[in-house]
T-cell receptor, first 111, second 115 residues
Framework: LAKTTQPISMDSYEGQEVNITCSHN???????ITWYQQFPSQGPRFIIQ???TKVTNEVASLFIPADRKSSTLSLPRVSLSDTAVYYC????????????FGTGTRLTVIP | ETGVTQSPTHLIKTRGQQVTLRCSSQ?????VSWYQQALGQGPQFIFQ???????GRGNFPPRFSGLQFPNYSSELNVNALELDDSALYLC??????????????FGPGTRLTVT
């Protein structure tokens, strides 16, 4: 079961780059790594997904080392609106028994 | 493009009662997953439906059941409600193919309170 481990919380000042690392030592060959963002009383929102190396989109970058046992979500120049809980998931399809959200990382952006 | 919608928004039930929650998938999506999220916790996978068949189930008892309809909308039914069933119930839709990972689109959730 490819569970994940993330820091419980992080604080950052506005305008800084934030890196959140996730450990997934038991990741399987077919598993992808997906990050979601969740605001209070809302459903999670997809941020980024990757399999290996580096993936970048308009909101974040995802760095995955060669052994794929960890991944780092990078948020450039965070703003107050980025205050949320960030979840790292591994799995080969949504809803499979190996898809595990965990408790996530609560990011607080400070003015 | 219509997003994922859920109804009702909030619901209060008494222990022992039954409840049905509804979800409309995003247009073009054929897979629906349901999650339970207790306060302060991450979402826990309940089950998934793909083309009207259950396609994976988490660690939830049989009193949690579901349906997916030909238009890909879905229902979550919970029988014999317990106090611990109080949570935010999330529905997520996605487009499943033969392999690979898929982006899930979540609805706003239904807040269920069991008293």
């Amino acid at each position: 079961l490819a569970k994940t481990t993330q820091p419980i919380s992080m604080d950052s000042y506005e305008g800084q780059e934030v890196n959140i690392t996730c450990s997934h030592n038991n990741i399987a060959t077919n598993d992808y790594i997906t990050w979601y963002q969740q605001f209070p009383s809302q459903g999670p929102r997809f941020i980024i997904q990757g399999y290996k190396t580096k993936v970048t989109n308009e909101v974040a970058s995802l760095f995955i080392p060669a052994d794929r046992k960890s991944s780092t979500l990078s948020l450039p120049r965070v703003s107050l609106s980025d205050t949320a809980v960030y979840y790292c998931l591994v799995g080969d399809m949504p809803g499979a028994n190996n898809l595990f959200f965990g408790t996530g990382t609560r990011l607080t952006v400070i003015p | 493009e219509t997003g994922v919608t859920q109804s009702p928004t909030h619901l209060i039930k008494t222990r022992g009662q039954q409840v049905t929650l509804r979800c409309s998938s995003q247009s073009g999506h054929n897979t629906v997953s349901w999650y339970q999220q207790a306060l302060g916790q991450g979402p826990q996978f309940i089950f998934q439906y793909y083309r009207e068949e259950e396609n994976g189930r988490g660690n939830f008892p049989p009193r949690f059941s579901g349906l997916q309809f030909p238009n890909y909308s879905s229902e979550l039914n919970v029988n014999a409600l317990e106090l611990d069933d109080s949570a935010l119930y999330l529905c997520a839709s996605s487009l499943s193919g033969t392999s690979g990972s898929y982006e899930q689109y979540f609805g706003p959730g239904t807040r269920l309170t069991v008293t």
